[in-house]
Nanobody, 128 residues
Framework: QVQLVESGGGLVQAGGSLRLSCAASGRTFSNYAMGWFRQAPGKEREFVAGISWSGSSTYYTDSVKGRFTISRDNAKNTVYLQMNSLKPEDTAVYYC?????????????????????WGQGTQVTVFS
């Protein structure tokens, strides 16, 4: 079992930055592909970014490319999401997720179903 705890959310003006963290405990963190998802009010949960177990491969949804960066530190059992140039449409609850299997492509990362473990979420609110 893996427990995930997100932090770093908050209220920020458009154009600002936030860094989300997701601390993992339990089974070997480095064995897991990780993803960040978000859910805005009245909308379905959507994929934001994903990273392979080694950190060598990263994937992003088009709307955040060039603005968000996912990274991980396996020694600290933590995955990060650096969010720059934030926009009001980035407002959502952000969730990290862990998958104990190998993902081979973007299409593997974007679906919520393969992820076995989820955090409780952290709120990000961007105002203009």
């Amino acid at each position: 079992q893996v427990q995930l705890v997100e932090s770093g959310g908050g209220l920020v003006q458009a154009g600002g930055s936030l860094r989300l963290s997701c601390a993992a405990s339990g089974r070997t963190f480095s064995n897991y592909a990780m993803g960040w998802f978000r859910q805005a009010p009245g909308k379905e949960r959507e994929f934001v970014a994903g990273i392979s177990w080694s950190g060598s491969s990263t994937y992003y949804t088009d709307s955040v490319k060039g603005r968000f960066t996912i990274s991980r530190d396996n020694a600290k059992n933590t995955v990060y999401l650096q969010m720059n140039s934030l926009k009001p449409e980035d407002t959502a609850v952000y969730y990290c997720a862990a998958a104990g299997r190998v993902f081979y492509s973007y299409n593997d990362y974007v679906r919520a179903e393969p992820y076995e473990h989820w955090g409780q979420g952290t709120q990000v609110t961007v105002f203009s």
